[in-house]
């Protein structure tokens, strides 16, 4: 099996790149990574240094998991260029064959012209346009402002071009409602190649006692930039509409957003991806994390018989269809398994109140029924449930009727009043409103 890739022009011997970041503010951090096992990594954003603020970063802390979500308020590098450029050099000596990538953001045409030259002369194998900041820099015009506004990344995607002899990647901002615009514009531009997601403006919490938002600096805040496992779902629908567009899909896509481990990649391929990009969880595991992503892909692709990353790549694009498509005759219904069940009544408790009435504690037992013809099949009992296996969701159709909502459409059978006879849940069987009253006295009894 071969994991190396050649990712628009840029060659690296795997698909694991460090996205632009802190764990790629230094030469000795990148030699480290690729030491580890990183194929690639795009460099700490390079332009007119900044000045950073202390604290930087926030975080959701959900339950017994730190940085579930990741908040930074961090700009561009701090470093003088001529030092980054050097160590970019030194690092080139020591790994020829591993992928160096610039990551810019400057103002001016000039800048930009000037600092595309400063890296190909250092010997970066790439350029990533960083059009995705969501604090600081876009209020001085860069990052996600651009990002935002697809003729403007247009016309200074043609203005790198112009400059660029090597590869080009134009890193996108979520902060927009149709990512597929500035997708559009960074292909009609003449960019290699697309990366996304950048961070997601936020605020990750507010302390309590000081009314300052986190992080917090010197008793103020700002809003932020969201990342960590909580964004990949964001970063996942995005990939996807990008990978299926026709203008969009001729250049290859570089996924980044809350991958952890060697799954979260394999989703990520799996959706158009060809090369993935991390930062929270090196931030919060170190580089050591690639040995189980490598491990783990290889045995994916052995299990499945596939040689290479592209023999995979976007092979659940087919599956992801709109809404309209699905089949509206499949029919599952939950099923609990007594042998596992440990009687904690939160998937009674989740039906009754936040789903559909059809699960009921039965007298002198902990273990649930599951009313089946009132159950809707919606997953949540199963979800909820905290012993894995317990309940599972059984399929009752026999799979010979397909009927989708686009074809009912086409067929006039769609309600279209408000009391409509056709409405899907029009005889679903509910209690009665006094009934939640009852139960209330039930319950207590129970
Ligand atoms: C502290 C911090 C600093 C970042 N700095 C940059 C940066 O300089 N340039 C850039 O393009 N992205 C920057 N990012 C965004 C990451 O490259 C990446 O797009 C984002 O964090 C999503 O990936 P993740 O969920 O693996 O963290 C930064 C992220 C964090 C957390
Ligand atoms: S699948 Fe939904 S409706 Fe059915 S029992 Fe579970 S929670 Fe209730
Ligand atoms: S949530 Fe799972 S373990 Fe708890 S009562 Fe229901 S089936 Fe049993």
Same mark, same amino acid.
């Given at each position: 099996?071969?994991?190396?890739?050649?990712?628009?022009?840029?060659?690296?011997?795997?698909?694991?790149?460090?996205?632009?970041?802190?764990?790629?503010?230094?030469?000795?951090?990148?030699?480290?990574?690729?030491?580890?096992?990183?194929?690639?990594? &795009?460099?700490?954003?390079?332009? /007119? +240094? =900044? %000045?950073?603020?202390? $604290?930087?970063?926030? *975080?959701?802390?959900?339950?017994?998991?730190?940085?579930?979500?990741?908040?930074?308020?961090?700009?561009?590098?701090?470093?003088?260029?001529?030092?980054?450029?050097?160590?970019?050099?030194?690092?080139?000596?020591?790994?020829?064959?591993?992928?160096?990538?610039?990551?810019?953001?400057?103002?001016?045409?000039?800048?930009?012209?000037?600092?595309?030259?400063?890296?190909?002369?250092?010997?970066?194998?790439?350029?990533?346009?960083?059009?995705?900041?969501?604090?600081?820099?876009?209020?001085?015009?860069?990052?996600?402002?651009?990002?935002?506004?697809?003729?403007?990344?247009?016309?200074?995607?043609?203005? &790198?071009?112009?400059?660029?002899? /090597? +590869? =080009? %990647?134009?890193?996108? $901002?979520?902060?927009? *409602?149709?990512?597929?615009?500035?997708?559009?514009?960074?292909?009609?531009?003449?960019?290699?190649?697309?990366?996304?997601?950048?961070?997601?403006?936020?605020?990750?919490?507010?302390?309590?006692?000081?009314?300052?938002?986190?992080?917090?600096?010197?008793?103020?805040?700002?809003?932020?930039?969201?990342?960590?496992?909580?964004?990949?779902?964001?970063?996942?629908?995005?990939?996807?509409?990008?990978?299926?567009?026709?203008?969009?899909?001729?250049?290859?896509?570089?996924?980044?957003?809350?991958?952890?481990?060697?799954?979260?990649?394999?989703?990520?391929?799996?959706?158009?991806?060809?090369?993935?990009? &991390?930062?929270?969880?090196?931030?919060?595991?170190?580089?050591?994390?690639?040995?189980?992503?490598?491990?783990?892909?290889?045995?994916?692709?052995?299990?499945?018989?596939?040689?290479?990353?592209?023999?995979?790549?976007?092979?659940?694009?087919?599956?992801?269809?709109?809404?309209?498509?699905?089949?509206?005759?499949?029919?599952?219904?939950?099923?609990?398994?007594?042998?596992?069940?440990?009687?904690?009544?939160?998937?009674?408790?989740?039906?009754?109140?936040?789903?559909?009435?059809?699960?009921?504690?039965?007298?002198?037992?902990?273990?649930?029924?599951?009313?089946?013809?009132?159950?809707?099949?919606?997953?949540?009992?199963?979800?909820?449930?905290?012993?894995?296996?317990?309940?599972?969701?059984?399929?009752?159709?026999?799979?010979?009727?397909?009927?989708?909502?686009?074809?009912?459409?086409?067929?006039?059978?769609?309600?279209?009043?408000?009391?409509?006879?056709?409405?899907?849940?029009?005889?679903?069987?509910?209690?009665?409103?006094?009934?939640?009253?009852?139960?209330?006295?039930?319950?207590?009894?129970?």
């Amino acid at each position: 099996m071969d994991l190396s890739i050649n990712f628009a022009g840029i060659k690296s011997p795997n698909p694991f790149w460090l996205a632009s970041a802190p764990p790629t503010n230094s030469g000795y951090q990148v030699m480290k990574a690729f030491d580890a096992g990183w194929g690639g990594a &795009v460099w700490k954003t390079l332009g /007119i +240094p =900044v %000045i950073n603020v202390s $604290s930087r970063y926030g *975080s959701v802390n959900y339950r017994n998991t730190r940085m579930a979500g990741f908040n930074n308020i961090e700009l561009i590098t701090d470093r003088p260029l001529a030092d980054n450029l050097r160590e970019i050099e030194e690092v080139k000596k020591y790994f020829p064959n591993h992928a160096v990538i610039a990551s810019l953001m400057v103002e001016t045409k000039e800048q930009w012209h000037s600092l595309i030259k400063d890296v190909q002369n250092a010997g970066a194998d790439g350029i990533e346009l960083n059009f995705g900041c969501p604090h600081g820099m876009c209020e001085r015009g860069m990052g996600s402002a651009v990002g935002q506004e697809p003729e403007v990344l247009k016309t200074i995607v043609e203005w &790198v071009m112009e400059a660029a002899k /090597i +590869p =080009v %990647i134009t890193k996108l $901002s979520p902060n927009i *409602s149709h990512i597929t615009d500035p997708g559009v514009a960074a292909v009609k531009g003449g960019t290699n190649a697309i990366s996304l997601i950048n961070t997601i403006k936020s605020i990750v919490g507010i302390d309590l006692d000081t009314y300052a938002p986190y992080p917090i600096v010197d008793g103020k805040g700002s809003n932020g930039g969201y990342c960590g496992p909580a964004v990949k779902p964001i970063a996942l629908q995005m990939l996807r509409e990008l990978a299926i567009h026709k203008e969009i899909n001729k250049v290859p896509i570089s996924g980044i957003g809350g991958i952890e481990t060697w799954k979260d990649v394999v989703e990520f391929i799996l959706l158009g991806a060809t090369s993935v990009q &991390v930062c929270t969880a090196v931030m919060h595991y170190g580089f050591g994390i690639v040995r189980e992503m490598e491990a783990g892909l290889l045995q994916f692709m052995k299990d499945k018989g596939y040689n290479t990353i592209y023999d995979f790549s976007g092979k659940a694009l087919p599956n992801v269809v709109e809404w309209k498509h699905l089949n509206l005759k499949h029919k599952v219904v939950a099923n609990i398994n007594p042998d596992k069940c440990i009687g904690c009544d939160l998937c009674y408790i989740a039906c009754d109140d936040g789903a559909h009435q059809a699960i009921a504690m039965v007298e002198d037992s902990r273990i649930p029924n599951v009313i089946e013809e009132n159950c809707v099949g919606c997953n949540l009992c199963s979800l909820v449930c905290p012993v894995e296996g317990c309940i599972t969701m059984q399929k009752r159709d026999d799979g010979t009727q397909h009927l989708t909502w686009a074809e009912r459409t086409q067929a006039d059978s769609i309600p279209v009043t408000f009391n409509d006879e056709l409405a899907g849940g029009r005889h679903h069987w509910v209690p009665e409103p006094a009934d939640a009253l009852k139960n209330k006295r039930k319950d207590m009894r129970r």
